[in-house]
């Protein structure tokens, strides 16, 4: 899963990036408004961080453009915690929730694990299906027998990419681009690597290749 980080604070927004990466994401991060908006519209994150005091150009302006442009990825805006009317204005102009400042990384964890699931229609706090259950803490996957199997990140992100659009043929590019940050190289050889470690690691039959189109979770051949 792919996230964009809007964030002036060098150290914030360094640190962010590096311990949502550890957690298993991919992670872009911006320092201003101006770049931020361009990535926002640009590339296909799965949710956006963004900061409100922004410079270039306010977070609440971006979020209002974003909006205004028909973007519909989850935003979670950063506020300071006693400034309630941020809060209230960043609701109004289309964020999905908030956290404050400070927080806890693991708390702004939950919630974009919330809205990511929530956006993709799976209201549970556990990812599961055709006999996985995904462990966001461990990056691993349990087994219908009980086995947990470690996943590396690259693995982690693509099954996690895969359980939550189950029955969607998924193309290498469109794989490519919520599993790799903006700046790697999205080559599409790669792609076939990691579902052959998937397959090799679950069983062939979870994931489906579909000549000329892609791959399919959760469906088998007839």
């Known amino acids: 899963m ?3 980080i809007v964030e002036d604070d060098a ?9 949502l990466e550890q957690k298993g994401f991919a992670v872009d991060w911006r320092n201003n408004g101006v770049d931020g908006q361009f990535m926002g519209e ?19 302006e971006v979020l209002r453009n974003w909006r205004n442009a028909d973007l519909k990825t989850p935003v979670l805006i950063l506020t300071a915690r006693d400034a309630w009317h941020e809060k209230v204005e960043g609701f109004q102009a289309g ?10 990384v693991e708390e702004l964890l939950a919630r974009l694990n919330a809205l990511i699931r929530r956006a ?22 349990r087994l219908s027998d009980g086995r947990e199997i470690e996943l590396t990140g690259t693995e982690f ?18 794989l490519a681009e919520h599993v790799y940050d903006y ?16 397959r090799q ?22």
């Open 201 to 222: 690691k679950l069983g062939d039959d979870l994931i489906e290749t579909r000549r000329g189109q892609g791959y399919i979770f959760g469906m088998t051949s007839t």
């Open 120 to 141: 993709s229609g799976a209201a549970r706090a556990e990812l599961s299906g055709n006999g996985l259950v995904l462990d966001d803490t461990r990056q691993s996957v």
């Open 2 to 4: 792919r996230l964009l």
């Open 157 to 174: 992100r693509m099954l996690r990419y895969f359980m939550l659009h189950p029955g969607v043929i998924l193309s290498k590019s469109r």
């Open 183 to 198: 700046d790697s190289d999205k080559d599409s050889n790669v792609i076939e690597v990691y579902v052959r470690r998937l």
């Open 95 to 104: 964020a999905d929730d908030y956290l404050g400042k400070p927080f806890h």
């Open 11 to 19: 150290d914030l927004g360094a640190n962010l990036k590096a311990e």
């Open 42 to 60: 640009q590339e296909p994150y799965d949710a956006i961080v963004l900061d409100l005091g922004l410079p270039k150009r306010s977070g609440l």
